[in-house]
């Protein structure tokens, strides 16, 4: 079983919809939960990352963690084409880790 | 920009032969980290570098890889006799200790290797 899942989709929504995303993840340990975004032919970059339980916003971007069910989300209000890309979750044990433990990635389409 | 720049951006080889790709990260990034990244799959982690010292490798890095830091610099990855299963993404990261905020991490674009 891999520690970080991840329905790999793909995801197809027209222009000003909210994309919701989702991961959950095996170890109990992890404390720290990142959603990185990766366009074609692109390296990942960080989009957002959260400590523990709850929620944290920015922008049109809101990240939820549940550590009681082991699950995270992301959610896109008001999607723009240009948020069409490959969204990946990913969890680290700890601020002193530095081993990315990536799920497979969600590839999200938003039609115009 | 100075972002974490990689080379070759496309890598063709036969089965068998050495490949050698270089990382060049953001220059103040004492950690730099190589991932490998397969079709439909997220990335995997290979190996870390904190300035010169390799302090980590993957069970995923065989024999037939190995990668340097000189100087706590660029760093380079190369995979001897290569195999079709090499082939992959093979992406670099670097970060800042200082920032306390290890998994933030600035990827470079990749190197992608096809193995015939």
């Known amino acids: 079983q891999k520690e970080v899942e991840q329905d790999p989709g793909p995801l197809s929504v027209p222009e000003g919809a909210i994309v919701s995303l989702n991961c959950t993840y095996s170890?109990?340990?992890?404390?720290?939960f990142m959603w990185y975004r990766q366009y074609s032919r692109k390296g990942p970059e960080l989009l957002m990352y959260?400590?523990?339980?709850g929620n944290k916003e920015d922008g049109r971007f809101t990240a939820q963690v549940d550590k009681s069910s082991k699950y995270i989300s992301l959610f896109i209000r008001d999607s723009q084409p240009s948020d069409s890309a490959t969204y990946l979750c990913?969890?680290?044990?700890?601020?002193?880790?530095?081993?990315?433990?990536f799920g497979a990635g969600t590839t999200v389409t938003v039609r115009a | 920009d100075t972002g974490v720049s990689q080379n070759p951006r496309h890598k063709i080889t036969k089965r068998g032969q050495n490949v050698t790709f270089r990382c060049d990260p953001i220059?103040?990034?004492?950690?730099l980290y190589w991932y490998r990244q397969t079709l439909g799959q997220g990335p995997e982690f290979l190996t870390y570098?904190?300035?010169?010292?390799?302090?980590?490798k993957s069970r995923l890095l065989s024999d037939r890889f190995s990668a340097e830091r000189p100087k706590g610099s660029f760093s380079t990855l190369e995979i001897q006799r290569t195999e079709q299963g090499d082939s992959a993404m093979y992406l670099c990261?670097?970060?800042?200790?200082?920032?306390?905020?290890?998994?933030?991490?600035?990827f470079g674009p990749g190197t992608r290797l096809t193995v015939t």
């Open positions: 170890n109990s340990a992890f404390q720290y």
């Open positions: 990913a969890n680290c044990y700890s601020s002193n880790d530095y081993k990315l433990s």
């Open positions: 570098f904190q300035n010169e010292a390799q302090l980590e």
């Open positions: 990261a670097s970060s800042l200790e200082s920032s306390g905020t290890p998994y933030e991490q600035y």
């Open positions: 959260t400590y523990s339980s």
């Open positions: 220059s103040e990034h004492n950690r």
